[in-house]
Nanobody
Framework: QVQLVQSGGGLVQAGGSLRLSCAAS????????MGWFRQASGKGRLFVAS??????VYADSVKGRFTISRDNAKNTVYLQMNSLKPEDTANYYC??????????????WGQGTQVTVSS
């Protein structure tokens, strides 16, 4: 089992920055693929970024603006969000999953945190 506790988020103006945190407990941090997803009001939950063994993947919509990273000492994954746009407004969720071959299964989810970007 993995427990994910998120922090960060809030209200920022367009062009600003935020850093989201996701603290993991339970099984060793390094055993899991870590990811970030977001869900805007009335929309589906969409992939944002993932970290797997040092390799990162980003959705096209956030490439060059968002960075996923980890702090092993704190067992925490971060999402640094720069150059924020109003369309980034969403509830952001961290997730932990397992990878087998080319398939990642997202098994554990944080509670979510709201990011609102004003124009």
């Amino acid at each position: 089992q993995v427990q994910l506790v998120q922090s960060g988020g809030g209200l920022v103006q367009a062009g600003g920055s935020l850093r989201l945190s996701c603290a993991a407990s339970g099984r060793p941090f390094s055993n899991y693929v870590m990811g970030w997803f977001r869900q805007a009001s009335g929309k589906g939950r969409l992939f944002v970024a993932s970290w797997s063994g040092g390799s990162t993947v980003y959705a096209d919509s956030v490439k060059g603006r968002f960075t996923i990273s980890r702090d092993n000492a704190k067992n925490t994954v971060y999402l640094q969000m720069n150059s924020l746009k109003p369309e980034d407004t969403a509830n952001y969720y961290c997730a932990a999953g397992t990878k087998a071959g080319i398939t990642t299964t997202w098994n554990y989810w944080g509670q979510g945190t709201q990011v609102t970007v004003s124009s």
